[in-house]
């Protein structure tokens, strides 16, 4: 498995669109949904991937979505109130990123942008559940350390026939 720098080159904290959705439960097990959204500009792209710099080219190019079939294990990530702040105000551990996107959303007011999409799946813990409820469809800024981070090339393993999840087709 090939190893991966997400974002490493980024001295300051990224700002990150932060939502959660309804925790999911399986048997004895629940997990929160995590979803995360950042605007990609000329600054952070030069940091991200390449696959993820190819699929921006693409969005630059006229694609409005570029689904990702990839996936990324063993990402801390460190979220920070202001981008100022020198602590971070909490921290996730070994995360596994996937859904990974990259498309063209636009505001209320038309503003178009570029952001990279993704999700993961935290489990069930009151303080990360009461940290996502305080910054609930928010911005937040964030580091991420990919020191251990493992790419996953979903691709290959539908070749080989090993059980992947498909990622989404569209939209929030």
Known sequence: ??????????????????????PKRAADKQEIPIT????????????APKFVQSAYQEIQDGADYVGLKKELEN?????YNLP???K??????????SKLAVKEVSNSEG??????????????????????GDHYATDVFTKFDSAQATLLDLEEADEKGEDQPELAEAGD
Not at 36 to 47: H, K, T, V, W, Y
Not at 75 to 79: A, Q, R
Not at 113 to 128: A, G, K, N, R
């Open 36 to 47: 995360f959204r950042i605007s990609l500009n000329g600054n952070n792209i030069r940091s």
């Open 88 to 97: 971070p105000n909490f921290r996730l551990p070994r995360l596994h990123l």
């Open 84 to 86: 100022d702040n020198k």
């Open 111 to 132: 503003d178009v942008s570029q952001v990279l999409s993704f999700e993961t799946m935290y489990p069930w813990d009151s303080e990360v559940w009461a940290y996502l």
């Open 75 to 79: 990402v801390n990530i460190e979220f």
């Open 1 to 22: 498995m090939a190893t991966t720098k997400f974002f490493h080159q980024l001295s300051a904290p990224i700002k990150t669109f932060l939502h959660m959705r309804t």
